[in-house]
């Protein structure tokens, strides 16, 4: 036995995870493969950050054990850390459950396998991921307290990784090709907060200082702690992409107060006043609430005119999920499923009016773009407006001879509520 696979579920976070166990076990004589069905030990990567997504892990788990045949299950993330001993009970065909960050107890337990070859073997690249970027993860855990949250109950405090081990991720990943780095955390603007003298603009300069060709983008921002040398880090490095994802999650003060957000609509406002004014072009992703316990229709109806007045780029919205062992769990005056439906549809249809917009002021000019996938005579592109798996693409039609991580010039052409279409300029 000998051959393993991994099903990841959830956010980039957990790719990260994924991509370190993957290299762990294939350091240690293990040998990846991405059909479930040639893999001796399925592990799965979980995730309990809604309901929707405790879900899809546990629907993922059962056809897993359907097909389990002779293989082992083993079960890792989020979920199991937060309903390890209900799994075990409900699924008795998972042979092994571990927590977050646990990669070390994984591989000691993997080591009791006669197969097991000990030897150490090179440097594995995760094939499951795209030729073109990499998310890198610059922190574990979180120590706020948003009272919808699991997260800090389930991944722990806030705790940066090393700068070192960073850089050298970041330079192993350009030195192989890699185009695009995405720096992710539960919040980024805290990184460094727990070392000494150095935080997310020092990171920042030292990653745009390793040579080549990529860029660097930056997910996850808490909205009142983006300071100045951030805004000016990222408005004087090149390598840096203009495009930042500041979740917000409401702008009406009692709301953002029982979430146990910080901040104001004042505040807010004038952030994103200050971002658009130093960094000229940048594009601006949210997420929001709603039918939060308690909202109003007087605070959902200000929430949509302050989307409205901010005219986010992108915009993610999500119905209140009430997720046991959180604060805002225990609420009074939760909102009815329909009502949270009808405000999601309708900041929905909103947003698509703006992103139109927003796209269509986008045709007829000129953009560095980069090649993420080539099929036959198509190919999909981003442009530094465009994180991948969360924005859209543009499409270009009839082309030939691409190759994913080119980076172009493209003209766009052709402007949809999501998408783009373009022809390659040079
Ligand atoms: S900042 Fe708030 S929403 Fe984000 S992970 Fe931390 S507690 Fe959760």
Request: net charge negative; glycine share 6%; with cysteine.
């Amino acid at each position: 036995m000998k051959n393993f696979t991994v099903i990841t579920l959830g956010c980039p976070k957990n790719t990260v995870d994924s991509r370190h166990l993957i290299n762990e076990l294939t350091a240690e004589g293990f040998l990846y493969v991405e059909e479930f069905k040639k893999a001796d030990f399925v592990f799965i990567n979980t995730c309990c950050f809604i309901n929707d997504a405790k879900e899809e892990s546990i629907d993922e788990i059962l056809t897993a054990a359907k097909f389990k045949t002779d293989r082992l299950l083993i079960v890792f993330g989020c979920l199991s850390k937060r309903y390890g001993d209900e799994l075990k009970k409900e699924i008795p065909e998972i042979d092994a459950l571990f927590g977050v960050d646990e990669t070390g107890k994984i591989l000691n337990y993997m080591k009791q396998f006669k197969e097991y070859s000990g030897k150490k073997l090179q440097e594995f690249q995760y094939t499951a991921e795209p030729p073109t970027y990499r998310y890198i993860k610059i922190a574990e855990g979180c120590s706020r307290r948003c009272s919808f949250c699991i997260i800090p109950e389930v991944r722990g405090p806030f705790r940066s990784i090393e700068p070192e081990k960073i850089l050298k991720e970041a330079e192993k990943f350009i030195s192989s090709g890699i185009k695009e780095l995405i720096l992710v955390a539960q919040d980024i603007t805290q990184y460094g907060k727990d070392l000494k003298g150095y935080g997310l603009p020092e990171l920042l300069k030292d990653l745009c200082s390793i040579s080549g060709d990529f860029w660097v983008r930056l997910l996850y921002l808490y909205p009142t702690e983006i300071d100045e040398a951030i805004i000016q880090t990222v408005a004087e490095n090149d390598k840096i992409v203009k495009y930042l994802d500041i979740p917000m999650q409401h702008s009406e003060e009692r709301i953002l107060r029982l979430m146990g957000r910080r901040g104001t609509r004042k505040d807010y406002l004038k952030k994103i006043r200050q971002i658009r004014e130093a960094i000229p072009g940048v594009t601006l992703r949210s997420t929001f609430i709603v039918g939060f316990p308690t909202e109003t229709e007087d605070e959902f109806q200000r929430l949509v005119d302050f989307i409205e007045e901010l005219q986010f780029d992108r915009l993610g919205v999500f119905k209140y999920s009430r997720e046991e062992g959180t604060k805002a769990y225990s609420l009074k005056g939760q909102i009815p499923e329909s009502v949270k439906n009808r405000r999601f549809d309708e900041i929905m249809k909103r947003q698509a009016l703006i992103s139109l917009e927003k796209n269509r002021a986008l045709v007829g000019k000129n953009f560095d773009a980069l090649i993420d996938y080539v099929d036959a005579d198509m190919a999909m592109a981003r442009l530094y407006c465009h994180a991948p798996e969360i924005d859209g693409v543009v499409i270009l039609e009839n082309v030939s001879n691409l190759k994913a991580g080119e980076k172009l010039k493209l003209l766009i052409t052709e402007a949809y509520e999501y998408d783009l279409k373009g022809v390659i300029v040079s």
